[in-house]
């Protein structure tokens, strides 16, 4: 991913992957944001636009819908984002003919599609599937499309370590530091100088401290989100019809299935965490 820039309000979020452009939004909510929400589609998304012709993929929660099938109960439609669609000319990956609708918000009086993927022609027709999965930390499920793209893939090594320092932040590690300090300064006399003590002996010590804490904060992550899937999944399962299929978690693997739509390539995948592995 390469040129990524964002909105100052953060409701959009831009990034460019060789040469398709990725666009994520979040478009204002609320029948009393109407205005707000045409001005957002009207010139806010605009400005994220790839000035040349390039593949286009603009994703996220329009907070409205296009149909009256897209909802249950009243339609909040957007007349500047029609038109934006069609003067981009994208595309809903969300083939209704062939599967039935599948709603990605629920509230006690209704449920909607509120959360859409709309694609360039050329992205919509390699497309080998898509479906609707259940995510952790948000009350909307997630869209998952699959399209196989030949575009060249260049191979990147891990890189060169950074030192997070937001980590610094955290009092807890700041203390395992200082602890730490008194027993490295010990190792001075060892070394010819202070510069090679420094340089081969305190940074290979802090680069394995701070690794060792981020993957204790990963795991601790991971740990939380499949809690809260396991959480939202049960609960899903005894208020919506909506079930999930091929949702995968570090401990379990749930039973339950989504509203799915099937294309006779390979579309049924594993996934580390739900929402994420897009082919």
């Not at 918000?105 to 022609?121: E, F, M, N, Q």
């Not at 009092?171 to 602890?179: E, G, H, N, Y």
């Not at 739509?261 to 390979?266: I, R, V």
Request: hydrophobic share 35%; aromatic share 10%; with cysteine.
């Amino acid at each position: 991913m390469h040129r990524i820039r964002h909105l100052p309000s953060g409701r959009g979020l831009v990034a460019y992957y060789n040469n398709i452009c990725l666009l994520n939004i979040y478009a204002p909510s609320g029948t009393a944001n109407r205005a707000e929400r045409e001005t957002f589609f009207n010139s806010e998304v605009i400005e994220l636009l790839p000035q040349v012709l390039m593949g286009l993929i603009m994703a996220g929660d329009f907070n409205c819908v296009q149909t009256d099938n897209d909802c249950t109960g009243h339609r909040y439609s957007s007349r500047s984002l029609d038109r934006l669609l069609h003067g981009l000319r994208l595309t809903d990956v969300w083939d209704a003919s062939l599967n039935t609708y599948a709603y990605t918000h629920y509230t006690p009086t209704g449920a909607s599609r509120l959360d859409r993927i709309y694609v360039a022609d050329e992205i919509r027709k390699p497309k080998q599937g898509v479906e609707t999965l259940a995510a952790a930390f948000t009350n909307h499920m997630a869209v998952l499309l699959r399209v196989h793209l030949s575009i060249p893939f260049t191979l990147r090594g891990k890189g060169r370590w950074c030192l997070n320092t937001s980590f610094l932040d955290d009092l807890t590690l700041r203390d395992k530091l200082k602890a730490a300090w008194p027993e490295w300064k010990k190792h001075i006399p060892h070394l010819p100088s202070t510069v090679h003590w420094w340089e081969l002996y305190v940074k290979h010590m802090v680069k394995i401290l701070f690794t060792r804490e981020n993957t204790e904060r990963n795991s601790d992550r991971i740990r939380l989100e499949n809690f809260l899937l396991r959480s939202y999944l049960r609960r899903n399962s005894r208020t919506h019809p909506v079930h999930t299929e091929n949702v995968y978690t570090e401990e379990v693997e749930s039973k339950n299935s989504t509203s799915k739509q099937h294309f006779p390539s390979k579309v049924n995948g594993r996934y580390s965490r739900a929402g994420q592995n897009v082919r």
